[in-house]
């Protein structure tokens, strides 16, 4: 994946604290979280009649702590599209070449039989998407 103009912005001063955190390149920090995860680390789910491996999120939020130190997070969108709900994130991670993003999307149904609620599934789903496109896991979507 490349990075387009709008994905990549310099670090403003006003950040001035996470500057020291970004002396590693993009594309370092990119190779790191596309090693393999601690099996350990995975859980598994049933979909589709397939089981399938996933990191939980909050597996995801301690990769990206140690690799991509200062990333943030913030959910960009919700909205209902018929019976579901759509949620947009964007993850940022401060780098040498300034800061750069990725957004993924997360379609939930509103009245799923599943585990938790549709937004918290939503958002869970979407921050793994996120962070997917930095590399982390993505090797998953593999199989």
């Known amino acids: 994946m490349l990075n ?14 996470i500057v020291s955190l970004c002396s590693r390149s993009i ?3 990119i190779a790191d979280l596309s090693k393999p ?4 680390r995975l859980k598994q789910r049933t979909q589709g ?8 999120w909050y597996q995801a939020v ?5 690799y991509a130190p200062g990333w943030r997070y913030e959910i960009r969108s ?4 018929g019976d579901n709900l ?18 993924a999307s997360a379609l939930e149904p509103i009245k799923g039989t599943g585990y938790g609620d549709c937004a918290v599934n939503a ?13 982390l896991c993505l090797y998953l979507y593999d199989k």
């Open 4 to 17: 387009s103009s709008d994905q990549l912005r310099p670090v403003a001063d006003e950040h001035s604290d």
């Open 27 to 29: 594309r370092d920090i």
């Open 37 to 40: 995860v601690n099996p350990q």
């Open 49 to 56: 009649g397939r089981t399938l491996d996933y990191l939980p």
């Open 62 to 66: 301690r990769y990206l702590d140690k």
């Open 78 to 81: 919700i909205a209902q599209v």
């Open 86 to 103: 759509v949620m947009v994130v964007r993850i940022t991670v401060p780098c040498a070449e300034g800061e750069v993003y990725r957004e």
């Open 123 to 135: 958002e869970s789903a979407a921050l793994r998407r996120a962070a997917a496109k930095f590399g």
